[in-house]
C-alpha cells in the first residue's frame, strides 16, 4: 500500500522542482566554471614548442590550452617537430584533464610530434605523463604488439639540460640559444 500522507504527498509534488533546478545548476556550472592553471607556449625558430605549466589544471584549463596548443604546432612546417615541457611548478591535473592531455598527445603524434623532453620536480608528475600518453605509446612501451610501431619517444627528466640534450641526440637543435631558453623557463 502507497504511503500517502501529507508529507510524502508535499514531497512527491516538489520533486520535478527540485530535479530542473539540480539539472539548471549542473548546466549553469558547467558554463561558467573557469580554466585553473596557467601556461605559456612558445614556438622556437627550429621546429620546436617550448611550454611552461603552473598550477593545477581543471579540464577547462586543460581544453584552452589543447586548443592553443593545436594552433601554434599547426605553423610548424619542418616534420618532425619537438616538445620540450617544464611541469616544475604545477600539480597534478584531475583525470578528466588528462583525459584531454592524452587526447592532444595523440593528436601530437598523428601530425608529426617525434619527441618530446618533460622536465618534472616530482616523481609524482612522472605518473601523469604515463597516464597522458596516446595509447598505442602505452601499448608499445608496455612491450604489446601495436599494428604500426610509432617514431615518438617521449623521456622524463630533472632538469632542463638534460632535456635540450636529449632533443639533440634526436636530431632537434633548439634556435634559440639555451641562456635564453633557460631564462624564458625561469619567468
Not at 520535478?16 to 580554466?35: E, N, Q, V, W
Not at 619527441?115 to 601523469?128: G, M, Q, R
Not at 604489446?144 to 641526440?169: C, H, M, T, W
Request: with cysteine; hydrophobic share 40%; net charge positive.
Amino acid at each position: 500500500m502507497k504511503n500517502t500522507s501529507p508529507e510524502v504527498i508535499r514531497l512527491n509534488h516538489l520533486k520535478p522542482f527540485f530535479d530542473t533546478t539540480t539539472r539548471l545548476h549542473r548546466h549553469i556550472k558547467a558554463k561558467t566554471m573557469k580554466a585553473h592553471g596557467s601556461w605559456k607556449i612558445q614556438k622556437d625558430n627550429s621546429n620546436t614548442l617550448l611550454i611552461k605549466v603552473n598550477g593545477a589544471w581543471n579540464k577547462e584549463a586543460a581544453v584552452l590550452f589543447s586548443n592553443e596548443f593545436k594552433q601554434i604546432a599547426s605553423t610548424i612546417t619542418n616534420e618532425p617537430w619537438a616538445i620540450l615541457i617544464s611541469v616544475q611548478n604545477s600539480e597534478i591535473p584531475i583525470p578528466e584533464a588528462m583525459d584531454v592531455l592524452q587526447k592532444l598527445n595523440e593528436w601530437s603524434i598523428t601530425n608529426g610530434c617525434r619527441c618530446e623532453a618533460s622536465i618534472v620536480s616530482l616523481f609524482a608528475h612522472e605518473e601523469v605523463f604515463k597516464r597522458t600518453r596516446a595509447t598505442k605509446v602505452q601499448q608499445q612501451q608496455r612491450g604489446e604488439k601495436v599494428n604500426a610501431p610509432l617514431d615518438y619517444e617521449q623521456r622524463i627528466f630533472l632538469s632542463l639540460s638534460e632535456g635540450i640534450d636529449f632533443l639533440a641526440e634526436k636530431g632537434i637543435k633548439l634556435a634559440t640559444p639555451i641562456s635564453d631558453v633557460e631564462t624564458w623557463f625561469s619567468k
